[in-house]
């Protein structure tokens, strides 16, 4: 089964912040694998083939995060 790959630069001052973001993505059906990196402030994902970049998106966004920039396997998508 083919796989998408996420990459998401999002803003996150402290560890709650992260472990918010780490709440919703792994609650997402279709998750495979996931790091949240305070540090670089981003979040890479790997998910099945049927999860749209969209809905992880929208998850994102509902912890409040601010998210920077976004790829979807390895092209630069918007984040509006």
């Given at each position: 089964?083919?796989?998408?790959?996420?990459?998401?630069?999002?803003?996150?001052?402290?560890?709650?912040?992260?472990?918010?973001?780490?709440?919703?993505?792994?609650?997402?059906?279709?998750?495979?694998?996931?790091?949240?990196?305070?540090?670089?402030?981003?979040?890479?994902?790997?998910?099945?083939?049927?999860?749209?970049?969209?809905?992880?998106?929208?998850?994102?966004?509902?912890?409040?995060?601010?998210?920077?920039s976004?790829?979807?396997?390895?092209?630069?998508?918007?984040?509006?």
């Open positions: 089964m083919a796989e998408h790959q996420y990459k998401f630069n999002i803003t996150m001052t402290c560890g709650g912040c992260s472990g918010a973001v780490e709440r919703v993505i792994k609650k997402l059906d279709g998750v495979k694998s996931y790091d949240v990196s305070l540090e670089d402030q981003t979040a890479n994902i790997v998910t099945d083939d049927s999860v749209e970049y969209a809905t992880v998106l929208e998850k994102i966004k509902k912890t409040g995060k601010k998210v920077n976004a790829e979807v396997d390895g092209q630069a998508v918007a984040v509006q």
